[in-house]
């Protein structure tokens, strides 16, 4: 709730500003400044007057009917969603990648829109009070909407920027890219050997499913990539032998990243530990060969191929 002038509270403002969160996280690529890597001390929100706000069109401002017209506004999508310094800060005025430019910085003139240029010096702007943007800290002209023609000038006086500023919140940080398809654990470089129920671990893009498949295109693991950007999916029905791996990420978009994991070999748990050849161990034990392509199992003098 914001007090007016006149001391009345205005319930619509609380109700603007929790939609302008939503609208925040929607617009920010399109409101994100030309040096979007850094959002700190900035605010997001419409520019506003007590009657005008900005626009992108040659006009650049337009009549808002006051501060419920500016709320509908905003709410509708009519009025642009601007990226900007918050109190204390410097740095460019900017929507859909278009920032504010002062034709003279410093010093009264004219106010464009122009593509944004972390170089120009008319596209840095300072906001020396909740009401007040200048192009020079100390002495500069002031940030107007002149309201007979809503032509926008840097002047000696300034528009009072209250009524946007309102239901601005701080810009949301640049979110971090999402963490590669990538699986952690089984190393199966070091050793290929799996035993049933064997979890897989690894890391990728949240909300995204985590398939693990046999040779023959069977599921045999299956998770959801936690909102952390972690997974982890035990394996089950994978018969005893030889078999090959494949891991697939399906994005949220649809697309698919895919890992092909090599060939495994599953034994039971009886055989998990190193296997002796049974004329060194007195008959008791067995030994794992690997000859053509196929895997020979000797156990207690019988031999079998396993399946």
Known sequence: ??????GKRIG?????????????????????????ASLENMMTGPIAGESYFLT???????????????????????????????????????????????????????????????????????????????????????LRIEGASSVVTNANSGTNWEAGMKLAVPAAPVAPDPAPFVVLTPNLSESNTLLPGTTFTGTGEPGSTVVITDKDGNTVGETIVDEYGAWSAPISGLPQGPNNLTATETLPNGENVVIDLGPVVVVMSDESTPLMDPTVAGGVGAVLVTAAGATLVIRRRKAHIAA
């Open 12 to 36: 619509r403002v609380a109700s603007a500003a929790a939609a302008m969160v939503g609208l925040a996280a929607v617009s920010m690529t399109l409101a994100a400044p030309a040096n979007a």
């Open 1 to 6: 709730m914001v007090s007016t002038k006149s």
């Open 56 to 142: 992108l069109n040659p006009g650049y401002g337009t009549y808002s009917g006051g501060l419920p017209g500016l709320e509908a506004a905003v709410e509708s999508g009519a009025a642009p969603i601007w990226t900007y310094p918050s109190v204390g800060a410097s740095g460019p005025i900017s929507s859909d990648g278009l920032c504010l430019q002062a034709a003279k910085p410093g010093a009264a003139g004219a106010v464009s829109v122009a593509p944004c240029d972390e170089t120009n010096p008319g596209q840095t702007w300072f906001t020396t009070s909740p009401v007040t943007f200048k192009t020079a800290k100390a002495n500069g002209a002031m």
